[in-house]
């Protein structure tokens, strides 16, 4: 069963757009992050590690895609 995060308790502004454009567009390659969100390729990667850490998003089911592994409440 996939944990269930509450949008509001995601503290950090970058890390909850990464998941709401992985929420809206199930998949995404780490250049379609940055360019949607504007981001510099460092500062994405460190969002996007931080997430990877949490196991709330992965890329190994659907590589190179990242992909949800948490539902959002």
Known sequence: ??????LEKIDNDTERDIILLL??????MMGDILM???LSYRRGKQHINSLLSKNWISNKEKAPYFTL?????
Do not use: A, G, S, V
Request: net charge positive.
């Open 23 to 28: 929420k809206e567009k199930e998949k995404c």
């Open 36 to 38: 949607n969100l504007r």
């Open 1 to 6: 069963m996939r944990e269930k995060i509450k």
């Open 69 to 73: 592994l948490i539902d959002l409440d």
